[in-house]
């Protein structure tokens, strides 16, 4: 009969500790992934977009925020973009790069960004003759609670970058 109570005690005492863990958010649900696409329609060629935004380090000269970008020679390369106010700087290491399918991908190695496992690809392909699309596409995790921020902060890097290159494309 005492070992009966004192198993149903523990047992008791094991649901309300795993309760408690819950409440507290020990075993909260991990934020997942997510993903985030965009693109725009350029009026040039591919390969002459390419040549324009392909060299790794030519994202200074088409995302506004970004005043420099210091690539550190090696292979596969790695970044460092400051922003032109000097209070933000990101590490990104190359991933892939397919210079027949105008395509290179990155990754964060670091970002004050509210995001881990940060990975991204920006490709251009042929739409019409003399038109191409420039997509951007990235996945990554968001800090937990700072979802919105996440997606809000990378669609206005991301829409900023594509309409940087279509004003190159101007006619």
Aim: with cysteine.
């Amino acid at each position: 009969m005492k070992n009966d109570i004192t198993a149903r005690r523990i047992t008791a005492l094991v649901r309300s500790a795993a309760f408690c863990a819950l409440a507290l958010g020990f075993g909260a649900m991990p934020v997942s992934a997510a993903n985030l696409t965009r693109s725009v329609e350029v009026n040039a060629a591919p390969a002459a977009v390419w040549s324009v935004i392909g060299s790794f380090c030519a994202i200074k000269d088409w995302l506004p925020p970004v005043g420099t970008c210091i690539e550190d020679g090696k292979s596969p390369p790695t970044r460092t973009l400051v922003t032109k106010d000097g209070k933000a700087s990101f590490v990104e290491t190359q991933t892939a790069r397919n210079e027949k399918e105008y395509s290179y991908s990155y990754a964060f190695v670091s970002s004050p960004l509210p995001v881990t496992n940060y990975k991204s690809t920006i490709e251009v392909t042929a739409k019409d003759d003399g038109v191409s699309i420039v997509t951007w596409t990235g996945t990554y995790t968001p800090d937990s609670g700072k979802e919105k921020d996440a997606i809000d902060a990378l669609s206005g890097v991301y829409e900023a970058g594509l309409a940087g290159i279509q004003a190159k494309f101007k006619k």
